[in-house]
Structure formats: structure tokens, C-alpha cells
């Protein structure tokens, strides 16, 4: 089973920052909060990851609670392009997946 | 990051043969794994792919339904066996380095 929950659809207007929330509340300690998304019928693409502490990349944000439990991915300005399915994962090598978050930029 | 290549990019198939994919990387990788992609749905793990040894299977997959090889460490290959058209999908390869984890673009595989 996934150890993520992911709420299943969003919406945002093109230019504002996305911003997908992930509980991970049973996360253990060496395991890495990873995001792909999935634009259709393309492969994974890696977004972003981290252990502890926020992480920036030229794509978008990592933020981690303290207690690891929960994190949010923040696409700062978001675009037409952006519309695909974002997939919270935790674990390490092998990842399991959810059902991700559906986001839809809309004009 | 690494670039992985799969072939073929899709295929149609009858029932009843066997179809092998191919995965390619361009860097030596320890750890490569096979995903597959139901329609709607998400990836679902099938296997860890390991060289020089047998493949670890996850709940659900079996060796004999979907064989995989691994002769190196910049190759795998998986076969899906004696297709059915429940067996219509995207397989997915992925590789592990470092902390990062990339995919190729899949086979989307369609079974008549």
C-alpha cells in the first residue's frame, strides 16, 4: 500500500503558485519524500526530493514539517504546462506509488 | 541524472506470445526496476531487476509471467509472457542513483 494520501484533484490559475500538500505520517527516518509528475501517456518525470530540510530547484519547492509527517510541493508560478498527475512518494530505491493529485491549470 | 531508453516505444500483440523490452542507460546503475501502468491507473512496482542474480519479485509477479534479465549494469530486459489482454499496459524502466530515481518513457503494450 502507499504511504502517502494525496487529495485526488486541484486546481490553480495559471500564474499563481500551486501549492500540493502529502501526508507521509508513517515515514521512517531514511526514508527520502520524492515528486514526480506524470503528463499523459509520458514517462515519470523527478521533480524534487528531500529528507529534512526544504529544498529549491529550478522546477519548484520542497517543504517538510519538523516531524517528517507532512509536506507541501510548491510550483511557484504555474502554467498551462504544468497540468499533470503529482505523485508523493516516500521510501528509498524502490517507490511505491499512489494515486497522486490531479492539478489542473486552468487560464 | 541519467537517460534511459526503451524499446519498443509500443507494440500491439496477440494473445497467447511474449513481447520483451528492452532497457538502456547511459551510465552503470545498481539499481534498475520494472513498473507497470494499468489503464487510469498508477505504477505499480513488478520487480528489482539485479545483476549477475534473479530478479526480486514483488506480491502479484511472477518469474515464469514476467522474466527478467540483467547482464550488466547498463541493461535489463523484461518479458511479458503468454499476453493477455489484461496484460495491456505501459511498462516502465527505472533506475536508482544516488537518492534519485528516473524513469523512461515507457512500452505502452496493447494485447488483441
Known amino acids: ?107 | 541524472s541519467a537517460v534511459i531508453s526503451q524499446k519498443p516505444s509500443r507494440d500491439i500483440c496477440q494473445r497467447g506470445t511474449s513481447l520483451t523490452i528492452q532497457c538502456q542507460v547511459d551510465s552503470q546503475v545498481t539499481m534498475m526496476f520494472w513498473y507497470r501502468q494499468q489503464p487510469g491507473q498508477s505504477l505499480t512496482l513488478i520487480a528489482t531487476a539485479n545483476q549477475g542474480s534473479e530478479a526480486t519479485y514483488e506480491s502479484g509477479f511472477v518469474i515464469d509471467k514476467f522474466p527478467i534479465s540483467r547482464p550488466n549494469l547498463t541493461f535489463s530486459t523484461l518479458t511479458v509472457s503468454n499476453m493477455s489482454p489484461e496484460d495491456s499496459s505501459i511498462y516502465l524502466c527505472s533506475v536508482g542513483i544516488g537518492t534519485e530515481a528516473f524513469f523512461g518513457q515507457g512500452t505502452r503494450l496493447t494485447v488483441v
Open chain 1, 1 to 107: 500500500d502507499a504511504k502517502t494520501t494525496q487529495p485526488p484533484s486541484m486546481d490553480c490559475a495559471e500564474g499563481r503558485a500551486a501549492n500540493l500538500p502529502c501526508n507521509h505520517s508513517t515515514i521512517s527516518g531514511n526514508e527520502y519524500v520524492y515528486w514526480y509528475r506524470q503528463i499523459h501517456s509520458q514517462g515519470p518525470q523527478y521533480i524534487i526530493h528531500g529528507l529534512k530540510n526544504n529544498e529549491t530547484n529550478e522546477m519548484a519547492s520542497l517543504i517538510i514539517t519538523e516531524d517528517r509527517k507532512s509536506s507541501t510541493l510548491i510550483l511557484p508560478h504555474a502554467t498551462l504546462r504544468d497540468t499533470a498527475v503529482y505523485y508523493c512518494i516516500v521510501g528509498y530505491g524502490k517507490l511505491t506509488f499512489g494515486q497522486g493529485t490531479i492539478l489542473t491549470v486552468h487560464p
